[in-house]
């Protein structure tokens, strides 16, 4: 269990330019979650996959946003035409596919902080 | 909509002492989760302890235990022992039974153990 990693650490990049971060969840655990959390505050979810299907989407999931899974493993998560607002720290998590989804703990990966000039 | 209020934005303990954070939750439901996640500077986000709702018992583990309050809509951590390795950022969150397990967090807690 090497735990969830994120890539990069911090990404800086002046406004209007596109991102893209990467999570790989824990091996095996069928199930990714992406949240952002601002300076202050809790996460706040964005968007949950179960393997490769997008099953829920946060509105704060505007159209400039979008995730992918393509193989259920890793997850991207890239903003287009980054505004000041998006400034954030970007996490990732995911859980065991045992059970009822609600029921396992999710495990988080380190972040990834997008600072937009 | 299911909202989680932490009140207390910073708290502080005396090591070795006990500390009690607060956290309330409003929600229509009665089949859901509780959780209290640890955030240290610039570390991983870590589950600390989980209370099923339909559990009347509170949940402990170590030196973490909850007060878990269902009419109130109240469930606070007490840290027993405080450790200087205890100090972080701590968020109550929630989560109902027939979701898609997103979580919803309140907006923390920070808390200073001073030696």
């Known amino acids: 269990d090497t735990g969830v990693s994120q890539n990069p650490r911090h990404k800086i990049t002046k406004r209007g330019q596109n991102v893209t971060f990467r999570c790989d969840p824990i091996s095996e655990h069928n199930r990714l979650y992406w949240y952002r959390q601002t300076l202050g505050q809790g996460p706040e979810f964005l968007t949950y996959f179960q393997n490769e299907a997008q099953l829920e989407k946060s509105r704060l999931l505007s159209d400039r946003f979008s995730a992918e899974r393509p193989k259920g493993s890793f997850s991207t998560l890239e903003i287009q035409r980054t505004e000041q607002g998006d400034s954030a720290m970007y996490l990732c998590?995911?859980?065991?596919?045992?059970?009822?989804?609600?029921?396992?703990?999710?495990?988080f990966g380190d972040g990834t902080r997008l600072s937009i000039l | 909509a299911q909202t989680v209020t932490q009140s207390q934005p910073e708290m502080s303990v005396q090591e070795a002492e006990t500390v009690t954070l607060s956290c309330t939750y409003d929600?229509?439901?009665?089949?859901?989760?509780l959780f209290w996640y640890k955030q240290p500077p610039s570390r991983q986000m870590i589950l600390v302890i989980r209370?099923?709702?339909?559990?009347?018992q509170n949940a402990t583990e170590n030196r973490f235990s909850v007060n878990f309050q269902k009419a109130a809509k109240s469930f606070s951590l007490k840290i027993s022992d405080s450790q200087l390795g205890d100090a972080a950022m701590y968020f109550c969150?929630?989560?109902?039974?027939?979701?898609?397990?997103?979580?919803?967090f309140g907006k923390g807690t920070k808390l200073s153990v001073k030696p």
């Open positions: 998590a995911s859980s065991d596919n045992r059970g009822l989804v609600s029921n396992q703990p999710q495990h």
């Open positions: 209370q099923e709702a339909y559990k009347q």
């Open positions: 969150a929630y989560r109902y039974v027939g979701s898609q397990g997103n979580l919803i």
């Open positions: 929600t229509s439901e009665s089949d859901y989760y």
